[in-house]
């Protein structure tokens, strides 16, 4: 991973239309939302459709971020943050022991 920052004038360009077109994403997906043009949204009420898209968006980051983090504490001594993360410290015992973490990505891998 590199240590780069956007303040370069081609970083900027790049972070500014990435923006952009995230922004052109959304609306163009709550655009046809509102609508009715979408499976889902055709098929229930588009403010019922809203509620499950932000939802299941909102599901999908805490188990990428759970990936990220069990994985990425798997080379860790657990007694560096046993006393400091207790709560930390009990879960990624659990996920660690046997082969709960291949079963944990394997499960992440079927939702996504």
Request: a neutral charge; charged letters at 10%; one cysteine or more.
């Amino acid at each position: 991973m590199s240590n780069q920052t956007i303040s370069g004038g081609l970083g900027l360009v790049k972070a500014i239309i990435s923006c952009a077109l995230l922004a052109f994403s959304i609306a163009m997906i709550f655009g046809l939302m509102a609508n009715g043009e979408t499976k889902i949204s055709g098929d229930v009420h588009p403010a019922l459709a809203f509620v499950v898209l932000i939802g299941a968006i909102t599901w999908l980051t805490m188990v990428e971020g759970g990936q990220g983090s069990l994985v990425g504490l798997a080379p860790v001594n657990g007694d560096l943050f046993k006393d400091s993360h207790p709560k930390t410290y009990m879960s990624t015992k659990l996920v660690h022991s046997g082969d709960n973490l291949d079963r944990y990505l394997l499960g992440r891998q079927f939702m996504v």
